[in-house]
């Protein structure tokens, strides 16, 4: 570990300590996972983590984040949060995370007050202050902590630290909830993110590492790193990839030449003037 990288996991773990108590929101992805790791070495069972079950968070990420808190001894809380349930939220508004993230915070803070924890800590870091990400809106008004961009860390460091600690998600692919890959407008289903989700599984089952299936009406739009292009385009994998996409109730399967990008729904409000990104 260089000094660097260093001066950041003291910074976070003193900080950790100065909160004294803390419930992390907890997706199992590479920065809550992280996060939740540093938080139990520093505070024990001051510590307890809440993952969210919903129609938009794949089982895979449920199983997984239920799998590292069993390993690591950490007690773990899963709270009902119903996305589609949230008044305005199927409309898919651009302000839809936000209205995610509030409500999901209020429940975490409830399990937190039952449990005589302190505060509620989120595994944002530096890079998500550059793209549109309304969800940090409720992070700020509602108190929530962020640990890892206090200590300044991007995704790199996270990855870095993260393969130090010995932690599996060091170089797992990143992740956001399924309703990110509808257009803003397009009602979101259980039925449409069902779809998503088949197909993602699919493209993750036949090795491919970072993807999104992005979902216009019924029309599937894959994302992968420009390096497996080849790979998706070999007769054999093309054709088992339309075959099972129209399964999954799409009607027509095309492939991003751009490749995968995080935030690629939002390029379009940049380009109609609508808000950047949002620092709290």
Known sequence: MNEE???????????????????????SGVDST?????????????????????CSFPKRELEEAKAFCKKEGIRHFICESEELE???????????????????FEKIGEIA???????????????????YRPGLQAVAELDIKSPLRYAGMTK????????????ATWNKQSFACLSSRFVYGEDIT?????????????????????IRVRIHDKIARI????????????????????SEFRSCG?????????GYRTGSMNETLHSEGQPGGWEA
């Open 86 to 104: 949230i008044e305005g939220f199927s409309k898919n508004p651009v302000n839809r995370c936000y209205l995610c993230k509030r409500e999901l």
């Open 113 to 131: 007050a039952d449990n005589h924890i302190g505060n509620i800590a989120e595994g944002s870091n530096l890079d998500d202050n550059g793209d």
């Open 34 to 54: 992280f996060l939740l790791k540093v938080a139990h070495e520093v505070l024990g069972d001051r510590v307890i983590a809440v993952t969210a079950k919903s």
């Open 190 to 210: 259980r039925e449409k993110l069902s779809m998503v989700d088949r197909a993602e599984q699919l493209l993750l089952d036949m090795g491919f590492h970072q």
């Open 156 to 167: 790199e460091d996270i990855r870095r630290l993260s393969r130090e600690l010995g932690l």
């Open 223 to 242: 994302e992968i790193l420009p390096e497996e292009f080849e790979k998706l385009l070999q007769p054999e994998i093309r054709e088992k990839v339309i």
């Open 250 to 258: 799409f009607s027509y399967v095309t492939m991003d030449l751009q």
């Open 5 to 27: 990288l260093n001066d950041k996991m003291e910074c976070l773990k003193r900080y950790l300590v100065s909160l004294k108590s803390v419930a992390v929101a907890f997706s």
